[in-house]
């Protein structure tokens, strides 16, 4: 079964904090992708990263990292130095079936 | 903006009634998807429509149904409407099946 587990219901920091995001998949698939997506107060869903299966390395993108480690299952996303704009719900996705995690809340505060 | 345009934004109907979802997918992209996120349910795959035929089937019940016509918008119908179908429904398109898929601002859907 594909199954996405994002454990944190709600994290709050203070800015400039650095925070991670958990995100533990299951899936019987050898070839799959995973997301980030993130869903600000205003409701849109922005696409922040896809990584496929066969790919290990860790991404960095600004203040934004991933951690893909294949051997626990998990994607785990960075936001280093956090802001008051990185307000939002994170959420992680399976691609294969497209089964989203429940989301992260992140809250930073000023 | 992702490109991906959604109509209506806001939708308010009565129990028992039909609606209609349409979505128009960025330009080039051959894959439509339909979610629903409700606050119960959290974000729910519904069905997956790549060039006109439907790919992928997720949590959609027999009441909705969905098509991708030639020029690649779809459509989501919702049928004998309950209560517990007041949700925000979301539209993304992507190039190819699993892709990155962007996301239109969705439809918001209040059954009275």
């Known amino acids: 079964a594909q199954k996405v587990t994002q454990a944190q219901t709600e994290i709050s920091v203070v800015e400039k904090e650095d925070v991670t995001l958990d995100c533990v998949y299951e899936t019987r698939d050898t070839t799959y992708y995973l997301f980030w997506y993130k869903q600000p107060p205003s409701g849109e869903l922005v696409f922040l990263i896809r990584?496929?299966?066969?790919?290990?390395q860790n991404e960095i993108s600004g203040r934004y990292s991933w951690n893909f480690q294949k051997s626990t299952s998990s994607f785990n996303f960075t936001i280093t130095a956090s802001q008051v704009v990185d307000s939002a719900v994170y959420f992680c996705?399976?691609?294969?079936?497209?089964?989203f995690g429940a989301g992260t809340r992140l809250t930073v505060k000023p | 903006d992702s490109g991906v345009t959604q109509t209506p934004k806001h939708l308010i109907t009565a129990t028992g009634q039909r609606v209609t979802l349409r979505c128009s997918p960025r330009s080039g992209d051959l894959s439509v998807y339909w979610y629903q996120q409700s606050l119960d349910q959290g974000l729910q795959f519904l069905i997956q429509y790549y060039n006109g035929e439907e790919r992928a089937k997720g949590n959609i019940l027999e009441r909705f149904s969905a098509q991708q016509f030639p020029d690649l918008h779809s459509e989501l119908n919702l049928s004998s409407l309950e209560l517990g179908d007041s949700a925000l429904y979301f539209c993304a398109s992507s190039v190819v099946g699993r892709g990155e898929q962007f996301f239109g601002p969705g439809t918001r859907l209040t059954v009275l």
């Open positions: 996705a399976l691609g294969n079936d497209m089964r």
């Open positions: 990584r496929n299966s066969f790919d290990e």
